[in-house]
């Protein structure tokens, strides 16, 4: 069984690999920057997009996760992308998975973790 120090740190490096990898991926439209943010300390990432398209800005968080007490929560994804499939091809347990984006009272029929 693996320590709940090392499951984090498990954690913490397929996420920052994914949202790494995520982050080579240009945005078609406008100029358009994209940006990681790392808080090991919190253990909150982001991946946001920020410029402008034409005269508009574009601010936005694309992804956000979060470790909490040693679950992955996904907060947000503003893409048709399967964060949770993802992560589970990454070797995150099911139940390690929670779609913090979706009321708790859902949770429980998701498949998976409800945090």
Not at 22 to 47: C, H, K, M, S
Not at 99 to 109: D, I, S
Request: charged residues 30%.
């Amino acid at each position: 069984m693996m320590s709940s120090l090392v499951k984090v740190e498990k954690y913490r490096q397929i996420i920052c690999d994914f949202l790494q990898e995520q982050a080579q991926i240009v945005p078609a439209n406008g100029e358009i920057e994209t940006e990681t943010i790392f808080d090991r300390e919190a253990e909150r990432y982001l991946l946001l997009h920020l410029g402008w398209e034409h005269q508009q800005r574009i601010y936005g968080v694309v992804f956000h996760l979060e470790i909490r007490e040693g679950k992955i929560w996904i907060q947000q994804n503003t893409t048709d992308f399967s964060v949770a499939e993802e992560l589970l091809e990454r070797g995150v347990k099911r139940e390690d998975i929670v779609l913090g984006l979706k009321p708790a009272f859902v949770r429980e029929y998701t498949g998976f973790g409800i945090g």
